[in-house]
């Protein structure tokens, strides 16, 4: 009669195990959607063009990169947990109107380049399919502005969330490619830099693309949105290194795959070359699934990045900002929204190459994101902000490094630029 005992004991302990990790799984997602984000129009242009460029030398860096990312989205998601305030909020909190102000205003500059680089991508993107871009830019503007104003684009997103899937093909590509992979390990080992200032340039527009200040801003939201409590943040560390690492997992497949395709080749010319590293996985229909894939990518991004900064504003000055809120209720944030659509794909009709405007978009947002970074260090390591939560004297000096090397980095090619020194 006792016998059974053992194993009705054992029913309620895999229960617990079960109810462990499904209470694991329920606060995963800011960290993964925040890292991710950088694999949109901006980020597969830029780590194809590392890869047609420059092979695998960029990959160490990468590696870097990675480091950084993890730092950086870890103190994020860590300030929204045990705040319960977004970026936007703690900065008009915790520092003056005009630091406050300036903050804003480097959002805004940068992810106004986003936006230009997501129509740009679509203009790209359609190419592949004979679309002109003064088409289909246009049309991808009115497109993104209906679906989020009219609060529809929830809808959409999943498709658009569907079309970038086609990315996934890069590692399968980077194997079939046959890449040099002695190469490929001693890159990822050890720095393999050019001293040459187009190699500088880049490494700015990865950092830019990887560490992007809009997904810092959307990490902290993320986390305020989801009530998140500081006895859930050990998941959600491990969502924002989870999501840190595989993301840029699939950034070094595409640089791989670009490399063993046309590595070498010098910069991408059209969204068509980048394709050509589908071809082992797609055969013809390469140009058309990366065409696929980037346009979805593009429209996903073309409304959540300024999105994030009506959000981040809207949040500074305390005014309305949702997107279940009509035109008339939440002017400024709407009307923010809508300036940066309009403007976003205005520029991206401009003369030039796409790819080009693409890549600039990435460089600048290199350089402003160490700054925006500085932010983040100073609210991360204040006990005011988060106690006990604030940042260890060794995560200070980790934290502080990274940045202080992406800032080098960034003002280094900021004063080549500047003064003509390339």
């Given amino acids: 009669m006792t016998a059974p005992r053992p194993a009705a004991t054992a029913v309620p302990g895999r229960r617990r195990r079960w109810a462990r990790v499904l209470a694991v799984l329920a606060v995963f997602g800011p960290g993964l959607i925040a890292a991710n984000a950088g694999n949109d129009a901006g980020g597969i242009v830029t780590y194809a063009s590392a890869g047609s460029q420059f092979a695998y030398r960029t990959l160490f860096l990468m590696v870097l990169v990675t480091v950084a990312l993890i730092v950086v989205q870890e103190m994020c ?35 106004a380049g986003l936006t ?26 009115v497109f993104v502005w209906v679906l989020t104003v009219l609060g529809t684009y929830s809808r959409a997103e999943r498709l658009f969330l569907i079309l970038t899937l086609a990315f996934l093909a890069y590692p399968i590509a980077a194997f079939l490619g046959h890449p040099d992979w002695k190469q490929v390990a001693t890159n990822l080992a050890w720095p393999h830099f050019s001293a040459s200032h187009a190699f500088l340039v880049l490494a700015v527009a990865l950092i830019g693309t990887t560490i992007t200040p809009y997904m810092q801003f959307y990490a902290a939201s993320a986390c305020v949105d989801k009530h998140l409590t500081p006895a859930e943040y050990p998941s959600e560390r491990l969502d924002a290194v989870t999501g ?6 699939i950034s070094v497949f595409i640089i791989i795959a670009t490399a063993a395709a046309i590595g070498g080749s010098g910069p991408l010319q059209t969204a068509g070359d980048a394709a050509e590293a589908l071809r082992p996985v797609a055969g013809p229909a390469a140009p058309a699934l990366f065409g696929v894939g980037l346009l979805g ?46 403007i976003g794909a205005a520029v991206a009709l401009a003369p030039g190459n796409l790819v080009t405007m693409i890549i600039n978009a990435q460089v600048l947002n290199g350089v402003i994101t160490p700054m925006l970074l500085v932010y983040v260090l100073i609210l991360a390591n204040r006990s005011s902000v988060l106690g006990a939560a604030k940042n260890s004297p060794v995560f200070k000096t980790v934290a ?23």
């Fill in 77 to 111: 998601s860590r300030l929204g947990v045990y705040t319960g305030e977004g970026l936007g909020g703690l900065i008009r909190e915790q520092f003056s109107v005009r630091a406050s102000f300036v903050a804003m205003l480097l959002l805004l500059v940068a992810n």
């Fill in 116 to 141: 230009v680089s997501e129509f740009a991508g679509v203009g790209a993107a359609m190419q592949i399919f004979g679309v002109s871009p003064k088409i289909s830019v246009p049309i991808a503007a």
């Fill in 244 to 249: 840190a690492i595989s993301s840029n997992v």
């Fill in 297 to 342: 990518a593009s429209l996903l991004a073309a409304s959540v990045v300024p999105l994030s900064t009506s959000y981040a504003v809207a949040d500074a000055i305390g005014t309305v900002r949702s997107v279940t809120s009509t035109f008339r209720e939440a002017r400024i944030f709407y009307g923010l929204f809508t300036v940066q659509v309009v």
């Fill in 400 to 422: 502080t490094i990274c940045i202080g090397v992406v800032g080098l980095l960034s003002f280094v090619v900021l004063v080549e630029t500047v003064f003509g020194l390339s």
